[in-house]
């Protein structure tokens, strides 16, 4: 008696869709003085090299799609360094938005900073604001810049805002929610990020993004951030898209 052959399911041609990345990656630049001294060079070194990371980030986020970057470039307590290094900060930050802001523009990145730009030198403030008018249309890529940011000064501003509000009988503060609240933050209009990576090797958030970093992943890398390039960031996409997110949510 013979033997039925057995059925061997044809293969499938059919290859899985990659998934999505992250809406919003958020990036704590960390370790550009660490950086310029393993090499015996100047801070002023590791920023300069740090500048360049940022421009291969953003080619990383354009190629992967990513809508939203956010990079923390000068934190509110950067102002305490000496004075020599938040002055070459400074001059950096001058000549990085004159150079690169047309480039941005051609590229579809739509460029804003969030902080408290007031504590910065006139023609700073100008030339922000400038970058910003100039790329405004823009919608492949949503830029922003972080500049004398710190979290809980930003969250103690918009309780300021708030609490005007009550006062003037704008809002009552019995129908006060966090929707309502997240409009007076430095980052209203945005979505909260998905994903933060902090390079260096530190595992810390360090005042950034506090309240908006709820739900974040994060994922922290052993590179120093002149260091970063495309292939990094592809990595910390990679992990996430293996991350389960749930919100809080019990699994089912």
């Known amino acids: 008696m013979s033997s039925t052959p057995a059925i061997t399911a044809p293969k499938s041609d059919i290859v899985p869709a990659a998934p999505p990345p992250p809406a919003h990656v958020a990036i704590i630049m960390d370790g550009n003085g660490r950086w310029a001294q393993a090499r015996g060079l100047p801070r002023l070194a590791g920023h300069r090299a740090g500048a360049r990371a940022v421009r291969r980030t953003i080619e990383a986020a354009l190629a992967h799609n990513v809508g939203w970057l956010t990079l923390y470039a000068f934190s509110s307590e950067n102002w305490r360094r ?59 890529l949503n830029l922003t810049i972080a500049l004398s940011y710190g979290g809980r000064a930003e969250i103690i501003a918009a309780a300021r805002l708030i609490a005007g509000a009550v006062a003037s009988g704008e809002i ?25 990576i902090r390079t260096s090797g530190e595992r810390r958030l360090s005042n950034f993004l506090l309240w908006q970093a709820a739900y974040a992943e ?35």
């Open 82 to 140: 000496p004075r020599d290094e938040v002055s070459d900060l400074t001059a950096l930050l001058r000549h990085y938005i004159k150079s690169e802001i047309a480039e941005l523009a051609a590229n579809g990145v739509r460029l804003r900073f969030i902080g408290e730009a007031g504590r910065f030198a006139p023609d700073i403030q100008a030339s922000l604001a400038e970058a910003e008018r100039m790329t405004a249309a823009n919608t492949r």
């Open 218 to 252: 994060l994922i922290f890398l052993n590179v120093l951030w002149p260091d970063f390039g495309a292939a990094h960031f592809a990595e910390a996409l990679a992990d996430y898209a293996g991350r389960e997110r749930r919100f809080g949510a019990r699994p089912a």
């Open 172 to 196: 009552d503060p019995a129908t006060l929610d966090e929707a309502e609240f997240a409009r007076r933050l430095f980052t209203a209009g945005m979505p909260d990020p998905d994903l933060i």
